[in-house]
């Protein structure tokens, strides 16, 4: 099985960035959770990517954030934990 790259968006953020960043499953779908600002105000987005395969969730998740990074005025709010020696921590 030919292993997949990261999409540009993700490779952009880092290569220590954990695959499912942003992402959590909702039952049998997964959902990608995220903030962006504007202006004056924060924008808040969570959104089912209709899907059940975590390798297609990626892809959405990351066609989504770099839709909303192109357009003028928005600025992605991200967070991302520190994977190390004792798994996760808050960033």
Known sequence: MKKKRP????????PATHPDHHL???GKR?????????EF?????RASLETTDV?????RRDELM?????????????RFPRYGNG???AA
């Open 41 to 45: 105000r924060k924008h808040r987005i």
């Open 66 to 78: 770099a839709e909303i990074a192109k357009e003028a005025g928005k600025k992605l709010s991200l």
């Open 7 to 14: 999409s540009a968006f993700t490779r952009s953020i880092g």
């Open 55 to 59: 390798a297609l969730a990626r892809v």
């Open 87 to 89: 798994g996760p921590q």
């Open 24 to 26: 959590w499953r909702n």
């Open 30 to 38: 997964w959902w990608v959770a995220f903030t962006y600002h504007t």
